[in-house]
């Protein structure tokens, strides 16, 4: 079964900075998708970016973007130029080819400095 | 376009009891998959129901069913509630149920068994 893990249950960055956040994951499939979720206090999740594996370019959001290493099987998230409303939960997500649902990871809690 | 609803947003039962979870998609989203979050677990995958048929399910007992109508609506149901239950649960809905596709989420009904 496919595995997420984000290791940093909590990060903080200061306000304007730049800030990473990792995931791993584990697959034996070579064909898949990858996602970034931000759920902030309201609760309610929203996509922050997503990827899919056949693709060598990293996608970009704006202030978000992604390193994708896909030998090493990591999905790490930037969030550049930080602001306090990025202050939320930012899942990874997986999915693979075969109309099988998300896979998250336990999440990293993310506060915003001023 | 209105989001994806979720009814209620709060709900207390006693242990033993039963409960539904009403889910309203996206307009013109045919797939909906239940999650359920607590601090411990993280989000874990219940069930995708797609046109009306379920076509996933995760790792749960049977006291967790689900439905999908006509309109796409989805109730999900806990029967012989245990206070383990007590957790967030999110609906989300997409267009289709390909490995890209969007999922949108609801703001989640979030239930305290007593």
């Known amino acids: 079964a496919q595995t997420v893990t984000q290791s940093q249950p909590e990060m903080s960055v200061q306000e304007a900075e730049t800030v990473t956040l990792s995931c791993t994951y584990d697959?034996?499939?070579?064909?898949?998708?990858l996602f970034w979720y931000k759920q902030p206090p309201s609760r309610q999740m929203i996509l922050v970016i997503r990827?899919?594996?056949?693709?060598?370019q990293n996608a970009t959001e704006n202030r978000f973007s992604v390193n994708f290493q896909k030998a090493a099987k990591s999905f790490s998230l930037k969030i550049s130029d930080s602001q306090l409303g990025d202050a939320a939960m930012y899942f990874c997500?997986?999915?693979?080819?075969?109309?099988?649902?998300?896979?998250f990871g336990k999440g990293t809690r993310l506060s915003v400095i001023a | 376009k209105a989001g994806v609803t979720q009814t209620p947003r709060y709900l207390i039962k006693t242990r033993g009891q039963q409960v539904t979870l009403s889910c309203s998609p996206i307009?013109?989203?045919?797939?909906v998959s239940w999650y359920q979050q607590t601090p411990g677990q993280g989000l874990q995958f219940l069930f995708e129901?797609?046109?009306?048929?379920?076509?996933n399910k995760g790792n749960f007992p049977g006291r967790f069913s689900g439905r999908q109508f006509s309109n796409s609506r989805s109730e999900m149901n806990v029967s012989t509630l245990e206070l383990g239950d007590s957790a967030l649960y999110l609906c989300?809905?997409?267009?289709?149920?390909?490995?890209?596709?969007?999922?949108?989420f609801g703001q989640g009904t979030r239930l305290t068994v007593v």
């Open positions: 129901y797609f046109s009306e048929t379920q076509r």
């Open positions: 989300a809905s997409s267009f289709d149920r390909y490995g890209f596709t969007e999922a949108f």
């Open positions: 997500a997986y999915r693979g080819s075969g109309n099988t649902p998300l896979v």
């Open positions: 307009s013109g989203h045919r797939s």
């Open positions: 990827q899919e594996a056949y693709k060598q």
């Open positions: 697959t034996s499939e070579s064909d898949y998708y």
